[in-house]
C-alpha cells in the first residue's frame, strides 16, 4: 500500500474528533459562543443562519455547510445578524447538558464539536492550518458531507449500541473531509506541508520520504521519482511546502524522534537516532538540538517531568 504522509501527520498530530452537542430553533434568534480553546467544527443540518466571526463580516451557512475554526476569535451563529445574542455557556449550562432549543425549535439545527490535537506533536498540524475553513453544500465533496452529517445526527438521536464510538468516527471523517476539501479547493494559498500535500507534482517525493525517512535520501532521487531536474523540483518543493526538501526530511525524522523519546522511554537516543537515519548519536543530537531546541536526552526528561507532574495532580 502507498505511504500516505497526510495520515502519517494526522497520527503524529493525535488527531481526535468529538461531537460535543449541537441545538435547534425557530423564529428570531442569536448565540454567541466564546474563544474556543481547541479547533471547533460546526455543521448545519436544517436550515440556514448567519455566522459573524469576531471583526469579520458576517458569512451565511445554509443546509449541508461546515466550518472549521482553528483561530482564538469568539463568533455568532444568528438568525439575522441584528438579532442580540444569548450566550452559549448560559445556554448549555447544567451537568450533562449538549444540547439546547431556543424557540419552537423548527427552523434551524445545528451539531458541534472539537478537534483536540497532542499539545506537543499537534503543533505540526495547528500551525498549518488556516484561520477558518467554509466548506459549502454546493462543492462536489457535498454528497459526502451530507451522509456523514446525517449519519451523526442518526446516532446521537439512537439507542442503538456503539453510537457513542460511531458518532467519534464519523466525526473524525468529517474533519478529514473538512481538510481534502480545503486542499482541493482555490484558497489553499501559502506554503507548508499541507499545501504540498495538494502539489500532485511534488507529492512522489513526499511519500518517499514518509515511507522512508531513515533512507539517505539525496536530491538525486527525490527529483528523479516527481520526473523533474533537481534545480525545478528543488525550486517547486522550496515555493510550495516552505522549506528546501532535504530540510523537510531533517524536519520530518526530528519529528519522528520527538514522539520516540516521549513515548519509548526503554529506547536508547542511540536506537532513536538510527530509526531516522542517523549511525552518529552526535549527529543526531546536534540535528534535533538544531530544530527542537535542545538535546534529546533534555527534551526526554523535560516530557518525563512534565508526565509525572500530571499523574500526580490526576491522582
Known sequence: MTTDPFSDILKLARAETLVTGGFTAG?????????????????????GCWVTLDGEAPIRFATGDVGLLSAPRAFVLAS??????????TLFSGVGRTTAQLGDGDDFAHVG???????????????????????QANLPAATTFRWLLDRLVEERTSDLPGAELASAQLAQLLFIQI?????????CAGSGWLRALSDPRIAPALRLMHEDPARAWHLEDLAAACAMS????????????????????????MRLAEQALRDEAGKSVALIARSVGYTSESAFSNA????AGKSPKSYRDNNMHKRSLTQVKDI
Open 80 to 89: 439575522d445578524p441584528d438579532v442580540s445574542p444569548v450566550d452559549a455557556m
Open 230 to 253: 533537481r534545480t525545478t523540483f528543488a525550486d517547486r518543493f522550496r515555493t510550495v511546502a516552505g522549506v528546501a526538501p532535504l530540510t523537510y526530511l531533517t524536519q520530518w525524522r
Open 113 to 135: 464539536g472539537h478537534v483536540l490535537l497532542d499539545p506537543v506533536s499537534g503543533r505540526l498540524l495547528a500551525d498549518v492550518l488556516p484561520p477558518w475553513i467554509h466548506v
Open 179 to 187: 481538510l481534502r476539501a480545503h486542499l482541493a479547493g482555490a484558497h
Open 27 to 47: 423564529g428570531p434568534w442569536a448565540i454567541r459562543f466564546p474563544v474556543p480553546k481547541t479547533i471547533k467544527f460546526f455543521a448545519v443540518v436544517k436550515g
Open 288 to 291: 534535533f538540538k538544531r530544530v
